[in-house]
């Protein structure tokens, strides 16, 4: 008889064990040589220590009650778990904080779609450091962590929160319908925010300029394309975006950056600078990540911050197509 | 052939839809220069080298599976199948404007209006393929409904009392007329939209916004020398 696991869910045999703790030893080895200390938190939180961090992405898939009849849930994430320990416990010390993690997350699947209801994570947290500098650091740290699993090839998507929301504001557009771009643009309708854009009234070369805008991702010429877009508003979220870059650039890791006018990710409690990894053996982000300079504030300390987490198994996976011939070998990581 | 599939970096695969769809998506890509006459054939092969893209032709709701695991770059598909797929992310780039349909509800002829019978019973049973366009018409509305899902011929759900109404594609409409059905309601008109994976959009931006543009060009023409 088969005793089944829930479905989402996997075991990890020793050949695959020991491919994902190398993954993991280099990646800790790079978080702790740029001065990143390792964490753990409890998997279980009290549901509402995480919906204080952001009721949205707070939405945990598994709750229950401990036998106080206390609410728990398994965390979504790690930023929000670290965000309180930070403010719990590091309240007598001096900013900045770095910090790591290698933790595993759990999320709601859909089923049949391969989807991981417990996946690993390993990312840092820089809590205290505003950007452009901040956010320089984290992303420079990206770029040695990828190197450090051997993919030099990955990208490292940079956007700006606000910056679809400052053109719109600029050109005159009502709440309702930035709100209904936004969501379509999050759920990456191209079409649907054109026709959204044109129904709402908007001037046909402003409409024209807000999907360029949407379709705007590569080097710094972008930006050049953007320049004279709205307004103020708008000239000083893409001002921030510049100045980020140029800090990256600085540190000599923009060579693998892309600059992206058109990213608006889901999770609520980003603010500023988004990060997206992609490598083209996988088919999904690898990574993510951006400032929350109001995430730490929620938790009772006004501090800015940022950090990036990698998708442990998208990252073995990538590696093994990288490495080819393995598929069949390391198949079970397809996931 | 094969190992191109396989390479990272290698052409841009393309998911095309078989059935309805193909013919048009084929004319479409030919304007754009992809050579699609072994397409066209009679082969049982499923991929094909169309020059500059790779074609992997599928069912056109298998579009969305492909392309957001990335195992296909970009595709064609109907607007119906990536509503009814809401939860597979991918990139909705240009609205094709071919295959044109309606997506509606359908009673029987000399039936009250839906709203009536709903407003005397409280309830429609419906009977659809589209499950969750169905969900979201019916329950942006308020309205109740208890959905019965079928996989084949709709139109004979109301007829012999398994719904009292179905939602569905409609083309010309014909197969409505022919099985004593009418259309009720409108829920949204349907057309073949050009999608990419979302890595694929970003990581290689240059090659899939020439496709777009191509193609954007390709219909915008077309509705010109329409109208």
Redesign the interface.
């Known amino acids: 008889m088969i005793r089944p696991i829930p479905p989402g869910t996997r075991d990890v045999l020793p050949d695959e064990m020991r491919e994902l703790r190398a993954i993991e030893s280099a990646l800790l080895g790079a978080f702790e040589a740029a001065g990143f200390r390792e964490v753990r938190t409890p998997t279980l939180e009290y549901a509402g220590a995480l919906e204080l961090g952001d009721g949205r992405s707070a939405d945990a898939a598994y709750r229950f009650f401990d036998e106080r009849g206390e609410l728990l849930a398994l965390r979504t994430d790690m930023t929000i778990p670290i965000a309180r320990l930070v403010a719990d416990r590091f309240g007598e010390v001096e900013p900045p904080h770095r910090l790591s993690y290698i933790a595993n997350a759990y999320r709601a699947v859909t089923p049949q779609r391969g989807e991981l209801r417990e996946f690993g994570q390993a990312g840092v947290e820089l809590i205290g450091s505003p950007g452009p500098e901040g956010t320089a650091e984290v992303v420079e740290l990206l770029d040695r962590a990828l190197a450090a699993v051997g993919l030099d090839e990955s990208v490292i998507g940079l956007g700006e929160d606000g910056i679809w929301t400052a053109l719109l504001e600029d050109s005159g557009a009502g709440p309702e319908t930035i709100e209904r771009t936004s969501e379509l643009l999050v759920s990456h309708d191209l079409v649907g925010v054109e026709v959204a854009l044109r129904e709402s009234g908007l001037d046909a070369a402003v409409v024209e300029q807000a999907v360029r805008l949407t379709q705007m991702r590569g080097g710094s010429e972008v930006v050049e394309q953007a320049r004279g877009f709205g307004g103020e508003r708008f000239a000083a979220t893409l001002d921030r975006l510049v100045a980020t870059f140029q800090a990256i650039s600085a540190r000599s890791v923009s060579r693998r950056v892309q600059l992206d006018l058109g990213m608006l990710r889901e999770i609520g409690y980003y603010s500023g600078s988004t990060i997206e990894v992609y490598d083209a053996t996988v088919g999904e982000i690898i990574g993510g990540g951006g400032r929350y300079d109001d995430l730490m504030s929620k938790f009772g300390m006004d501090l800015p911050a940022a950090g990036f987490t990698l998708y442990i198994e998208r990252i073995h996976k990538a590696q093994l197509e990288r490495g080819g011939g393995s598929r069949r070998a390391g198949g079970g990581a397809d996931v | 052939m094969f190992d191109e599939l396989r390479k990272?970096?290698g052409k841009l695969k393309l998911a095309v839809p078989r059935g309805a769809l193909l013919e048009e998506t084929l004319d479409l890509l030919d304007q754009i220069g992809i050579e699609t006459r072994e397409v066209r054939g009679d082969s049982r092969s499923l991929v094909f080298d169309g020059g500059e893209l790779m074609l992997v032709t599928m069912r056109p709701s298998d579009v969305p599976t492909y392309v957001?695991?990335?195992?296909a770059d970009v595709g064609i598909t109907g607007k119906d199948v990536l509503l009814e797929q809401?939860?597979?992310?991918?990139?909705?780039?240009?609205?094709l404007g071919i295959g044109r349909c309606r997506m509606v509800l359908a009673t029987q002829k000399g039936d009250v209006a839906p709203s009536e019978h709903q407003r005397r019973l409280g309830m429609m049973k419906i009977a659809t393929k589209y499950r969750r366009i169905a969900e979201t018409y019916f329950a942006e509305r308020g309205r109740q409904v208890e959905l019965v899902e079928v996989k084949g011929s709709i139109e004979l759900a109301p007829l012999v009392g398994l719904a009292d109404g179905i939602v569905d594609l409609v083309a010309t409409g014909r197969t409505l007329v022919e099985n004593n059905l009418e259309v009720r309601e409108e829920i949204v008109t349907c057309t073949a939209?050009l999608v990419a994976?979302?890595?694929?959009?970003?990581?290689?931006?240059a090659e899939v916004?020439s496709l777009a543009e191509r193609l954007r060009a390709v219909v915008s023409r077309g509705a010109e020398g329409a109208s």
Do not use: M, Q, T, W
């Open positions: 990272p970096g957001s695991a990335g195992a809401e939860d597979r992310p991918v990139f909705e780039l240009v609205d939209r994976n979302r890595v694929s959009y970003k990581i290689r931006s916004d």
